[in-house]
């Protein structure tokens, strides 16, 4: 009888260390920001797929938002409002996949959901994942970003021109970065490009203070976190949802925002 007891206690243990069941609820006064990048199918030994929420996960997951009576916005119009709804959930999509328009985009019309997708103008693959994968993904064009703006559910900021670490760059380059993509994803939208995702997460004060006289409005970082009305709009944190993780994760991760240890 020890030895199963005392094997029961290992189990929840392991359990409630895989699974951070035990931590409290965040407050649902605090808005969600969730970071996605591709929803597509996983492909076989790729090391990728991290990035990639299968379609009938993020169904899955918008469908709980749906039942559960969530409200929607873009990333723009969260930081405008005078005071964040309870229950309020914002989803990003950073660089702009293809799949976002073919896999995201229905279902987000289906359930009548916003979204903010981060674009890298005028590439037409992820050129910069080049060195690290064999396999690369086909981009928005501009039919899919105009029909998809069409609709009032999206819309689109900047993630540069070329998905550099602007850390790694000098002032000039960073200047024509943060300048030139946000023109260019204007001419495309006719609209004001007022949000902006950093790649790969990476910023400093330079930056955040380069990106906010060009005339971005907001930037959202990768830190994990919520947001709420007084947060600085230029370091918005966000929840990464993987497509390597399961429902619970994703239950964890928007109820108490870490899944695991």
């Given at each position: 009888m020890i030895y199963i007891i005392s094997i029961i206690l290992v189990l929840l243990i392991a359990l409630s260390a895989r699974y951070n069941w035990w931590r409290l609820p965040q407050s649902y006064k605090k808005a969600r920001v969730l970071m996605y990048h591709s929803i597509s199918e996983h492909i076989e030994n790729e090391k990728h797929n991290k990035w990639r929420v299968k379609p009938k996960d993020f169904e899955k997951q918008m469908k709980w938002f749906y039942d559960n009576k969530w409200n929607s916005f873009t990333i723009s119009e969260l930081i405008k409002l005078d005071e964040i709804p309870k229950k309020s959930f914002i989803v990003t999509f950073d660089d702009g996949y293809e799949d976002n328009f073919?896999?995201?985009?229905?279902?987000?019309?289906?359930?009548?959901?916003?979204?903010?997708?981060?674009?890298?103008?005028n590439q037409s693959i992820n050129?910069?994942?080049?060195?690290?994968?064999?396999?690369?993904?086909?981009?928005?064009?501009?039919?899919?970003?105009?029909?998809?703006?069409?609709?009032?559910?999206?819309?689109?900021?900047?993630?540069?021109?070329?998905?550099?670490?602007?850390?790694?760059?000098?002032?000039?380059?960073?200047?024509?970065?943060?300048?030139?993509?946000?023109?260019?994803?204007?001419?495309?939208?006719?609209?004001?490009?007022?949000?902006?995702?950093?790649?790969?997460?990476?910023?400093?004060?330079?930056?955040?203070?380069?990106?906010?006289?060009?005339?971005?409005?907001?930037?959202?970082?990768?830190?994990?976190?919520?947001?709420?009305?007084?947060?600085?709009?230029?370091?918005?944190?966000?929840?990464?949802?993987?497509?390597?993780?399961?429902?619970?994760?994703?239950?964890?991760?928007?109820?108490?925002?870490?899944?695991?240890?």
């Open positions: 073919i896999n995201a985009f229905p279902i987000l019309k289906k359930y009548n959901f916003k979204a903010t997708i981060y674009l890298v103008p050129n910069w994942e080049e060195k690290n994968t064999s396999i690369l993904s086909n981009l928005l064009n501009n039919e899919q970003i105009l029909q998809m703006q069409n609709t009032g559910l999206i819309e689109f900021g900047s993630h540069t021109l070329s998905h550099v670490n602007l850390s790694t760059i000098n002032d000039e380059q960073l200047f024509i970065e943060l300048k030139k993509s946000k023109e260019e994803i204007e001419k495309i939208t006719k609209k004001e490009c007022e949000a902006f995702a950093y790649p790969y997460g990476k910023f400093n004060d330079n930056i955040i203070q380069s990106v906010e006289e060009i005339g971005y409005k907001n930037a959202t970082v990768v830190k994990r976190g919520l947001f709420e009305k007084n947060d600085n709009p230029f370091i918005i944190k966000r929840i990464g949802i993987l497509g390597t993780e399961s429902f619970v994760d994703f239950l964890l991760k928007v109820t108490r925002i870490r899944n695991k240890l």
